[in-house]
């Protein structure tokens, strides 16, 4: 698959086969029409996609240190425990690779094994590598000294070790020279990475260099005649006007946040670092008694020191400092906009579709930043449509194709009102804010109807976007808590039908009918309140074996579940409704 | 206030900056870092952060991400940043800055 251009057209049919072996041929018609009205778009982060590739090369790498290790009848963990896998659970690789997980990796040159080539210089490094590996071989488990290694070269036994060693050596150089040859494979999507990195570093120098010459000749005297190029060292040092510099410190917001002793100790001392730096490019120390300000009689102090003529006519007048944060707000807005109108996906997208605006654009444009993965209201012909954002964030690697269904899942579910049980003008989850109050539950049912479809994929040998090597099979924690989706799954065995139908008609009566508006409602709380404890670490005190406020907590959520789900039966059997 | 550990989290995803033993620690890989290059990326982490407010929260999408930055002080106080599907205006160049510190390292 190609990972710059992912090709979900070709995708469908096999969505559709997995959501409806999943849902039940009864919804195929269904699941097809709302997948084929979505609208796709795949937008790539140079940033996320490198980090994509290290781990690519990572894992890549441990496979040929595997295949080298048998070399040495050592076996590490299979290929599935690759990713919790590191130099310290082997001690073995320590002896033969010194960090052997990167020595693919980095094809760094010292490796123990190295230091038995053919030719090589005896210098105190080399005999140190050497015996790393010879004390990991020796037989005897003695551990054999630097000052009795060169009297150990002339015995048979050593001479054995060589020879051993240097079979080793050929077949490293041989799965090297493979790794190498792979390494190939990337070419493409790396020079993706380095053209977008550098497009992103020269629009930034360019805006820095705007700036500069906007602002040159509003600079105090002092410090216009050094010139814009010691200015912009002084002002931005190895950073651009991304960041900020010493004048944004000089603005009325930032001088009233000492005035008013508004912000922390810490944030004030921050300023004043920063004055300080400023001050002291143009040869002016300030005081350090100025430099600590706990009252207000520190406050009047200072200001009155920057107040002093000598010293006033060496920083930029509150005006012009609020002047320049604008305009480096407005370059920095600019800076962006102009990176991403002009990724290639972006253009391709708006060259298939002239009728999108450019504040669409800018809008999907800030979306990108973030590496939104997501479903979007979109329209067509009147009609409401889901569009689904996908790129691969810092997070996707091994579980892209996961990602991929989970949204899919979503786009089944999707109405103008929201997804499956989670409405758009729901209230907050009176437990986290930051979630609307069905959205926990809508993403649990999501995820684990989405790691059956997944299942049923893999199981028929179907690797949607990774290949199989690749894909990371525990998904239980992934997106949300195996211990929220076990809250669901007696509502699941039970109730299957009934919650399917709910979740893909975006129809909660389809359940709550059956089971009892309360229950239903009770249910969720119960769902928010344990997500809301995996979020203050209920798992990790769970693996530790705590007995605190978090953990009983949880303990009398799972028992108010138990009563939720006896009242379920409950209200299910007293209505006589067959399942 | 000296810094002993800035953690940045991103859904799953989650770096670890200990200014203490001078290491930072990324998928599970720990990468020995020089000072210099530490005191460096505190400068501008600092400059990045400094107009931050606790919470940026929008809740009108369907899925999307969650982050936070934790910022740990020697004194044991700390400061916490976090967001769901928003973020301040200068984030990612927090994300460069922490891409730059892994490539330093790598």
């Given amino acids: 698959m190609d990972l710059l251009n992912i090709d979900f057209k070709s995708l469908i049919p096999t969505l559709v086969q997995a959501y409806t072996n999943v849902y039940g041929d009864e919804y195929q018609d269904l699941i097809t029409e709302k997948i084929n009205k979505a609208y796709f778009i795949e937008y790539n982060n140079y940033l996320s996609l490198n980090n994509y590739v290290f781990n690519l090369k990572k894992v890549m790498a441990r496979k040929y240190v595997i295949r080298f290790l048998k070399m040495f009848n050592i076996d590490i963990p299979p290929f599935s425990d690759y990713y919790s896998l590191n130099e310290n659970d082997i001690p073995a690789i320590k002896g033969i690779f010194n960090n052997a997980l990167d020595a693919f990796l980095f094809l760094r040159n010292d490796i123990p094994l190295n230091a038995f080539k053919e030719g090589i210089v005896l210098d105190d490094n080399t005999i140190d590598l050497r015996l790393q590996l010879i004390n990991y071989l020796k037989s005897d488990n003695k551990e054999l000294t630097k000052e009795k290694f060169l009297e150990f070269m002339n015995s048979s036994e050593y001479a054995n070790l060589v020879k051993k060693i240097n079979e080793c050596y050929q077949v490293y150089q041989s799965l090297l020279k493979e790794y190498q ?17 550098k497009r992103m570093n020269d629009i930034l120098a360019q805006a820095t260099d705007d700036y500069m010459e906007k602002i040159m000749h509003l600079l105090p005297e002092a410090l216009k005649q050094k010139g814009e190029n010691e200015v912009k060292n002084i002002l931005f040092d190895e950073t651009d006007i991304s960041y900020d510099c010493d004048l944004d410190f000089f603005k009325s917001e930032t001088l009233e946040k000492i005035r008013t002793l508004s912000v922390s100790k810490d944030s004030i001392e921050y300023i004043l670092l920063n004055h300080y730096h400023y001050l002291l490019s143009l040869g002016i120390e300030i005081p350090e008694e100025l430099l600590t300000i706990n009252n207000l009689d520190d406050v009047n102090r200072y200001f009155a020191f920057l107040d002093r003529e000598d010293i006033k006519k060496l920083i930029p007048s509150e005006e012009n400092a609020n002047y320049f944060s604008f305009l480096k707000g407005v370059l920095n807005k600019e800076a962006s906009k102009k990176f991403y109108l002009n990724k290639p996906e972006v253009k391709k997208y708006m060259s298939q579709n002239k009728k999108v605006t450019e504040e669409e654009i800018i809008y999907l444009c800030e979306l990108f930043e973030n590496e939104e993965i997501c479903v979007l209201y979109g329209s067509e012909d009147g009609k409401t449509i889901p ?20 949204e899919v899942g979503h786009i089944i579910d999707f109405s103008p009102y929201g997804s499956g049980f989670d409405y758009n003008d729901s209230p907050a989850s009176s437990y986290n804010k930051a979630f609307r109050r069905y959205e926990k539950f809508n993403e649990t049912l999501n995820d684990i109807f989405c790691i059956e ?23 239980s924690n992934c997106n949300t808590s195996h211990l929220t989706k076990e809250i669901l799954y007696p509502l699941i065995t039970k109730y299957r039908a009934l919650v399917i139908k709910a979740k893909v008609t975006n129809n909660k009566n389809e359940l709550t009918n059956y089971i009892g508006e309360d229950n239903y409602e009770n249910l969720v709380d119960c769902l928010n309140k344990i997500d809301d404890l995996t979020r203050k670490g209920l798992e990790n005190r769970l693996n530790r074996g705590l007995n605190d406020e978090i953990v009983n907590e949880y303990y009398r959520a799972l028992d108010d579940a138990k009563q939720i789900y006896a009242n379920i039966d409950i209200y299910y059997n007293s209505k006589g409704i067959k399942k | 206030m000296d810094v002993k550990e800035i953690i940045f989290t991103k859904n799953n995803d989650k770096l670890i900056i200990d200014f203490l033993k001078q290491k930072v620690i990324y998928q599970d890989i720990i990468y020995i870092i020089e000072k210099d290059l530490l005191k460096k990326y505190l400068k501008n982490f600092m400059n990045i952060t ?16 969650s982050w936070e930055v934790l910022v740990l002080f020697n004194d ?24 730059n510190l892994l490539q330093g390292v790598r």
């Fill in chain 2, 76 to 99: 044991d106080s700390f400061k916490k940043y976090k967001g769901h599907n928003l973020t301040p205006d200068n984030f990612e160049v927090l994300r460069r800055l922490n891409d």
């Fill in chain 1, 181 to 197: 040859e792979w390494l190939k494979s990337l070419e493409r999507i790396e020079n993706y990475i380095k053209s977008e990195n």
């Fill in chain 1, 453 to 475: 479809a997944l299942n049923y994929l893999q199981e028929n040998g179907i690797f949607l976007i990774e290949p199989e090597d690749l894909v990371i099979k525990d998904l």
């Fill in chain 1, 387 to 406: 569009i689904l954002l996908y790129t691969i964030d810092n997070n996707s690697f091994g579980i892209l194709s996961y990602t991929l269904l989970h």
């Fill in chain 2, 50 to 65: 400094f107009n931050w407010q606790k919470e940026y929260i929008n809740n009108t999408l369907i899925d999307g991400y």
